[in-house]
């Protein structure tokens, strides 16, 4: 039996652990620069549409509802606290997101009761709301956890029993929209083609969608007819670039400013880089200024550098960054967004030291390797950016805008001071 663990409304629910005047409140939080209501409670749901910008919100409304704005390094904490209980419960966990896990029962844990106790003890360790959908495959999970979140009288746990008298009537009200890895262009390609719905997706030839589309919708068919063969590689391969940006809080032209920026967007490439053990060849910058004015002057620039030789090492990176910027920086533009691409992106195994090489460089790499794990295992632990290539200042003018954002109430990040390297 496969399971979902789904916490529910889980940016709000994270606020609301330490907050409790939020409880039975409309809550909603907002995306980087508090632009976008990106999660909302359920009673807000009613009012506001997800992903409506913040200004758009009629006054009369705003005072009755409590904006927030996220709280990354909050909602990080909780959810590996949450999942740190899920671990000692469940024998197989696989995380999918900063949400979500999938996990695997056994014979001698009694479905419903026991995820039901689970479900009990995750909230009175964390506070955290969760709901569990249940079946014979990950897909079927999801379709469980959905029904389990939506329809009150199931008090946040499912079981979808493939052989069940409800099965069909429950994918023949599912849209295929609402399946697991089927995006808006793929939705619109199988309605074209007469499938609208899951039940008619799952009897569909899995053959036939793995010839015309692909084999991750070929398992997808395979899935809703009970057969497990999904793993979550085959949603979570590694990337081919990787990029890393943000729109300034205040626009800019002080190329200091930028610099910072910059780096503090390269490290978070190269830790993602790094988390997948890949280097990557090339590091291409790109400034934009605000395309939404119109009377100011419209600059949108961009330059590759190539790397002399691959690599996942922050500090090279950024060399190689912050060349590429000031080939491209004009101080009479103001910015309105600067980020960084990883390109030409390989898997660490495959590197290729050029004719010259000798052992004090292999030596140099595996040091330099040391220093980058250490970096990551501290920032993990201790907060994201604890230690930072060159500092961060407190204040900035590129800083994101978080002009509602509640206490980092689980970490020592605030108080924390920044390594400078």
């Known amino acids: 039996m496969i399971g979902l663990i789904d916490?529910?409304?889980?940016?709000?629910?994270?606020?609301?652990?330490?907050?409790?005047?939020?409880?039975?409140?409309?809550?909603?939080?907002?995306?980087?620069?508090?632009?976008?209501?990106?999660?909302?409670?359920?009673?807000?749901?009613?009012?506001?549409?997800?992903?409506?910008?913040?200004?758009?919100?009629?006054?009369?409304?705003?005072?009755?509802?409590?904006?927030?704005s996220s709280n990354y390094e909050l909602y990080g904490d909780m959810s590996q606290r949450v999942f740190e209980t899920v671990q000692n419960y469940f024998y197989h966990v696989e995380l999918y997101s900063i949400d979500e896990a999938f996990i695997h029962l056994n014979g001698d844990q009694k479905t419903n009761n026991y995820c039901r106790h689970v479900q009990k003890i995750i909230k009175k360790n964390t506070g955290i709301p969760v709901s569990i959908g249940l079946s014979t495959t990950k897909t079927l999970a999801k379709i469980a956890n959905h029904i389990a979140k939506k329809d009150k009288k199931h008090e946040g746990i499912f079981c979808l029993d493939i052989h069940g008298p409800d099965f069909r009537h429950i994918l023949e009200n599912l849209p295929i929209s609402e399946i697991w890895g089927i995006g808006r262009r793929l939705n619109a390609k199988l309605i074209a083609m007469g499938i609208e719905n899951a039940w008619q997706l799952k009897n569909c030839s899995p053959k036939f969608m793995q010839q015309h589309f692909s084999v991750v919708l070929e398992r997808t068919v395979l899935e809703l007819r009970g057969i497990s063969c999904i793993e979550l590689t085959d949603f979570h391969t590694p990337k081919k670039n990787i990029v890393a940006s943000r729109s300034f809080g205040q626009s800019t032209n002080n190329l200091f400013d930028i610099e910072e920026a910059i780096r503090l967007h390269t490290c978070r490439a190269a830790e993602k880089l790094r988390k997948q053990h890949s280097i990557t060849h090339a590091v291409l910058v790109f400034l934009r200024t605000n395309r939404f004015h119109d009377q100011s002057l419209q600059y949108n620039p961009s330059f590759a550098i190539s790397m002399p030789y691959p690599t996942d090492d922050s500090r090279e990176i950024i060399r190689a960054a912050q060349k590429g910027l000031r080939k491209i920086f004009r101080a009479e533009y103001h910015y309105h967004k600067a980020g960084i691409m990883l390109l030409d992106i390989i898997h660490k195994n495959q590197r290729q030291l050029d004719f010259f090489t000798h052992i004090q460089n292999d030596q140099s790499i595996k040091r330099n390797n040391s220093l980058m794990q250490v970096i990551d295992r501290i920032n993990q632990q201790m907060g994201s950016h604890t230690i930072l290539i060159g500092g961060q200042r407190k204040k900035a003018r590129w800083h994101l805008k978080r002009e509602q954002l509640s206490q980092r109430y689980t970490t020592r990040w605030d108080e924390i001071l920044k390594l400078r390297i």
């Open 7 to 68: 916490c529910n409304n889980f940016y709000v629910s994270c606020e609301r652990v330490f907050n409790p005047k939020l409880e039975n409140h409309p809550v909603g939080i907002l995306s980087n620069n508090d632009g976008c209501v990106v999660a909302r409670s359920n009673e807000l749901k009613p009012f506001i549409p997800m992903g409506m910008p913040a200004f758009k919100i009629p006054s009369d409304l705003q005072e009755k509802i409590t904006l927030l």
